[in-house]
């Protein structure tokens, strides 16, 4: 199976191993130690998937268990966190303040987006954030946006012109659906 979301290159981390690490630091955050049955519950997935992802990320070194059975992070781990998160804010943010997203669909994409995002990119889009602010583009741009896309025009259309995508919902499926 070629799935692209599995691994792109050596030494980058899976979806799903990111949800793991950040459970982990997670759960050490709040209560001082990880377990597998821990992180099942956080995950709402398995022991056995827990067992399986967790064996993986101590082969590629990323957390390390002691004699009780605790899961801790290594350097290592501690370091794809921090660039997890940091790329996940940065997204989140991009998507909330410029493109109007709402925070619950932005954390959701940003999700999604946080691990596929190189490092470079993730900077260029940090410098690009701190023009946006600095420049007070916010009021101009959202004058551009537009709540439909602009070849469909909310008609009813089986694919949009514009993006070439399924139209749902009356409306392109980029376009987010506007807040009440």
Known sequence: MNDRRKKFATGQISHSATHHLLAVSGLIEERGYARVSDIAKRLDITRGTVSVAMQSLKTAGYVDQDEGHFFHLTQAGLKAV???????????????????LSTRQAHRESCRIEYLIEVATTR?????LKFWRASHLQEAFSN????????????DVQRCAYCGLE????????????TA
């Open 82 to 100: 921090a660039s997890i998160q940091a790329r996940h804010e940065v997204v989140e943010y991009f998507l909330t303040e410029v493109l109007s």
């Open 124 to 128: 260029r889009l940090f410098a690009l």
């Open 144 to 155: 551009e946006v537009a709540d439909e896309c602009p070849a469909c025009n909310g008609d």
């Open 167 to 178: 139209c749902l919902e009356d409306k392109c499926s980029l376009v987010a659906s506007p």
